[in-house]
């Protein structure tokens, strides 16, 4: 039974309804709007308004979320840390005991906001949208099919990579370690890892790729849909009312906050 | 059982003097072709691995030569046209194909876009599109799951979602290639009634596969191919009566009941045609006689307890319970087989027994020590495990250094004890020519001997499971990996197979632990098992051929003895 963390999750609420383009400007304009923001603050608000759509609005599991946090975690404290150790600081404040330059500290934050951000924004996209609407929705906008299929196809296909890696994972843990030192041993695990999922991947995209092109795909210049694409009002009430969320946000850390 | 629509002597498919060449192969994979599929026929296409069956399916969608490139020469027309001037996406109004592994043919994420896909890209109407996703999914009987997401289907129901998918099309010709490799027997029989009922309504069917029991006497044609020559064409019974041992000798698998006639036959003791249905098979052998049952030569119990599970239950964190109070005792020496449907909760158990998963509730107990106190690499050295895909557990560049990795791992570092150890172990599996190969070079029957020398090679594992030893492998590559499996029981190493080849079951297996839905529902030996049509049901098993020849002598009231596992036993047990 798979438990991926990264795939639809078809389940109706409020967020799943809205049509795949409203949710891609969204993300967009998440996106964009983050980059406005000057504070640790705001960007704080804007975290936590992003983290009240995915539980009330979206109902993904506390599971899920978990399960693909240390994606977040690893990539924002990554930069977190570069930051603290490469900002020069003309203040310092403790922290746990550490003392660290407060201009360092601030800015590591903000890199770690502005990522968790971003990135929990396209995971919410991930989880609530099925990719066939994107596609027939990117069609409906003039892109021509083939182009959208292939970010279709490429989405479609991570929680299979996901098991694949899982596969490999399980198999090489009852090898055991050979004599090498648990760095050398690691990195040989990853190279293998990579190796496999490649070979298999490439095998298996190839396997695809003929399966469709037997099925027709590219016989004519366009297709026919059984499902249209439709813009949803949800969708487009999502997008205003984030822009004046967005909109708040700036005006309040720019004149109203102390 | 589907009555046969009547096949036209209209060829749909010509093959005329074709010779195929893979890009980079330095022979080719099909040598000087003639054949014909006639209009409304059901084909048998049947070989040895890599005799060039999948090729063969490939150049009759235009894949090949289109897509893979390669050398064509002679000419291959379906419906009129030939494949190699009329493009791949035209020719999808002509061929529809069931690839091996249907989840990769996937395109879209949920059921009712699956079927709808080819359709689409065939620009039909949507009003016509919905209703044929509407019939094509009544006809596999999964209306029911058309709004369920393809990734959570099982393994039944994806293959016949990609049934489903190629039937929407409306090709006349539908090519299917082992589309049940790794189906468990009941699943595997209801996809084989959906191939015959096709063939019932018109459709042309080319099907590759290597479980011909339900097939032979319903085909019209039987190809066999064998190192991309065609060996024979012609209708089954024909093909079988002149050809059977031939097919045997490639390694081929043939119904139970018509390899028992071919033997009879080679020793001049039967006289009418080689039988091909357990009905058939029944009436020729009616007036058999059979020696008195013998003894069991083993009768003896083994007592010492390796593995022993009790209560045990595993649920996944999306709150599947994969397993439900699962007791069993695995003892030294034995050959087990765990066995059940798709889905039962057989590969979840063995990842426990590796160490992989932990019960939930419950404990196994593993060489004295229970299961939570072991560390994956420490119970490594006593359980081995060989992947459905060996691919998964090769981490280095040659074969080589694969078996030296296993040495290592297990603390073994004096180069000369390594050196003789892989040299031996190369020689024993019989892929000393392959030693510097890439592991994942090797053919499928060489990568499962890998598999299994890389996790026995350091001579402490005491049990040794094999996930589906069969999956892959045609009837040679099956036989040498059994024999090497109970070479390694001679020498004491306990084994557990998980199989859904119920043929391997009856000839090789002491005892059976059967699962359904996550619980053992039988532990005993495949007598017992055999015997009882209920518990095979549930189990989505079904008896083997001779099992079911046995049964139907049984009801004629002919003495037939005990413990008539294979065919051999068979022939051997008639006066």
């Known amino acids: 039974m798979s438990e991926h963390s990264l795939r639809y999750i078809d389940n109706g609420s409020f967020f799943t309804r809205i049509d795949a383009l409203s949710k891609l400007i969204w993300v967009l304009l998440v996106i964009i709007a983050t980059f406005q923001l000057g504070s640790n603050e705001a960007r704080g608000i804007m975290l936590a308004f992003i983290v009240l759509i995915i539980l009330l609005f979206a109902r993904v599991p506390l599971k899920t979320i978990w399960q693909a946090m240390p994606i977040i975690l690893i990539m924002g404290t990554l930069l977190f840390i570069v930051n603290i150790l490469t900002v020069k600081s003309t203040s310092f404040i403790t922290i746990a005991g550490y003392t660290v330059g407060e201009q360092g500290y601030d800015r590591g934050l903000e890199f770690f906001l502005r990522i968790t951000i971003m990135v929990l924004a396209s995971f919410l996209f991930i989880w609530t949208t099925d990719i066939r609407d994107l596609m027939t929705g990117l069609v409906h906008i003039g892109m021509p099919y083939r182009y959208a299929f292939s970010i279709f196809l490429a989405l479609r296909f991570l929680p299979i990579v996901q098991q694949e890696v899982d596969a490999v994972k399980a198999a090489h843990a009852i090898r055991g370690r050979a004599s090498y030192s648990p760095i050398r041993h690691r990195f040989r695990l990853w190279q293998r890892y990579m190796f496999t999922v490649i070979v298999n991947g490439l095998r298996k995209a190839e396997n695809t790729a003929l399966a469709i092109e037997s099925r027709g795909f590219g016989a004519y210049p366009d297709r026919t849909y059984t499902k249209s694409f439709r813009w949803t009002k949800t969708g487009f009430f999502l997008i205003i009312i984030f822009i004046a969320f967005a909109a708040w946000l700036i005006y309040w850390e720019r004149f109203l906050r102390a | 059982m589907t009555r046969n629509a009547p096949s036209t002597d209209k060829p749909l498919v010509q093959f005329d003097q074709v ?130 997401l393809v990734w959570a289907l099982s393994g039944g129901q994806t293959q016949k979602l990609g049934l489903a998918s190629v039937i929407a099309m409306g090709t006349p010709l539908i090519v299917l290639d082992e589309p049940t490799a790794n189906l468990d027997p009941a699943t595997t029989h209801s996809v084989h009634e959906l191939i015959l009922r096709l063939r019932g309504e018109g459709r042309s069917i080319v099907l590759v596969t290597k479980d011909l029991d339900e097939f032979m006497a319903e085909a019209d044609d039987m190809i066999l191919l064998d190192k991309g020559r065609v060996i024979a064409q012609g209708a089954p019974r024909d093909v079988i009566n002149t050809y059977g041992n031939k097919i045997l000798e490639l390694g081929v698998w043939l119904p139970e009941t018509t390899e028992i006639g071919l033997r009879l036959k080679a020793e001049g003791k039967l006289k009418k045609d080689v039988p091909i249905t357990v009905e058939e098979a029944v009436d020729v052998f009616a007036n058999a006689r059979f020696k008195p049952s013998r003894p069991s030569e083993n009768t003896e119990r083994k007592e010492t307890v390796l593995i022993h599970a009790e209560d045990v239950e595993f649920t996944y964190g999306n709150k599947f319970k994969a397993l439900r109070g699962v007791s069993f005792d695995i003892r030294q020496g034995e050959l087990v087989a765990i066995v059940g449907q798709n889905g039962a909760g057989k590969s979840t158990l063995s990842k426990l027994l590796v160490g992989l998963q932990k019960p939930t509730h419950g404990e196994i107990t593993m060489f004295g020590r229970k299961a939570r106190q072991w560390k994956v690499q420490d119970l490594a050295t006593q359980i081995a495990l060989v992947f459905q895909n060996p691919e998964h557990q090769f981490l280095c560049d040659t074969v080589r250094e694969e078996l030296e990795y296993s040495l290592l791992a297990q603390g073994i570092d004096d180069r000369i004890i390594i050196n003789q150890r892989v040299k031996n172990m190369l020689e024993r599996l019989e892929i000393s020519e392959t030693s510097d190969s890439h592991p994942f070079s090797l053919s499928a029957g060489a990568k499962r001997r890998l598999g299994v020398a890389t996790m026995l090679i350091a001579g402490s594992a005491r049990l040794l499971i094999v996930d589906e030893p069969t999956y892959g492998q045609d009837r040679r590559l099956t036989e040498s990996l059994m024999e090497l499996i109970n070479n390694l029981r001679q020498e004491g190493i306990t084994i557990l197979m998980i199989t859904h080849d119920m043929r391997l079951v009856d000839a090789h297996i002491d005892r059976a632990i059967v699962m359904a839905n996550g619980q053992k529902i039988f532990d005993g030996g495949p007598d017992k098992l055999f015997q009882s049509p209920e518990l095979l049901q549930r189990a989505s098993l079904r008896a083997t051929t001779l099992r079911r020849l046995v049964d139907g002598l049984r009801e004629r009231d002919i003495l037939v003895p005990d413990g008539l596992n294979t065919v051999a036993d068979f022939v051997g047990a008639m006066q």
């Open chain 2, 19 to 148: 010779t195929y060449q893979h890009y980079g192969k330095p022979t080719p994979a099909l040598l000087d072709v003639n054949l014909t599929v006639r209009r409304g026929s059901f084909t048998l296409l049947v070989g040895p691995s890599g005799s060039g069956k999948s090729t063969l399916c490939m150049l009759l969608n235009g894949i090949i030569p289109q897509i893979l490139g390669g050398k064509l020469n002679g000419k291959v027309t379906v419906d009129g046209q030939d494949i190699s001037k009329i493009p791949v996406q035209e020719l999808a109004k002509s061929t529809g194909m069931l690839f091996q592994d249907p989840e990769w043919m996937f395109a879209t994420l949920k059921v009712e876009d699956e079927v709808a896909f080819g359709p689409e890209n065939l620009r039909r109407n949507p009003t016509e599109i919905l209703e044929s996703v509407e019939q094509s999914l009544n006809y596999v009987g999964m209306e029911h799951l058309r709004k369920n």
